[in-house]
């Protein structure tokens, strides 16, 4: 089992309809709203599979690795580019970042997925964490927001 899991909170932007090979200027007409995401990793295992060049898959792929808030609409983010996100694991604050930090716009990541996927309604798509991620074990209380948009909270569990 794994025995170094992390935590990464992180905006994700909902598709609200098909679109393949967009432009950064029409990408954002493919975005129907948004969610606060706590992306989980288990970094041993990525580790592992880094050490001997495999695909990351069992590391980001999992039950319960990507827990999400509720439904955010568009409207309440009028500028996904400046964006704060925080997490706290436990009351401590962990992380406390923007968006505009991130290295890739939410417009270029989605065209640039678009050249190589098609992207479908209700295809959610991670924009990155701000620094700060770290450990959690059995027993955190991880929570997670945007300021005056959401509020997510999860206990973390070892699988047995």
């Known amino acids: 089992g794994c025995t170094d899991m992390h935590h990464e909170i992180e905006l994700g932007a909902i598709i609200s309809k098909d679109c393949k090979r967009i432009t950064e200027n029409e990408a954002m007409n493919f975005v129907g709203g948004y969610c606060l995401a706590l992306d989980m990793t288990a970094r041993d295992f990525q580790n592992e599979a ?52 991130m290295i890739f716009s939410l417009p270029y990541l989605i065209a640039h997925i678009s050249q190589y996927f098609t992207l479908q309604e209700g295809d959610m798509i991670l924009t990155g964490t701000p620094s700060g991620v770290g450990q959690v074990k059995s027993g955190d209380i991880i929570t997670g927001g945007i300021p005056d948009v959401t509020e997510i909270s999860f206990k973390v569990e070892q699988r047995t």
């Open 50 to 101: 880094k050490g001997k060049g495999n695909p990351w898959t069992f590391a980001k792929m999992f039950d319960t690795s990507l827990p999400v808030s509720e439904f955010i609409p568009k409207d309440k983010i009028p500028d996904p580019g400046n964006v704060a996100l925080w997490c706290k694991v436990n009351d401590e604050l962990r992380q406390n970042g923007h968006t505009k930090d």
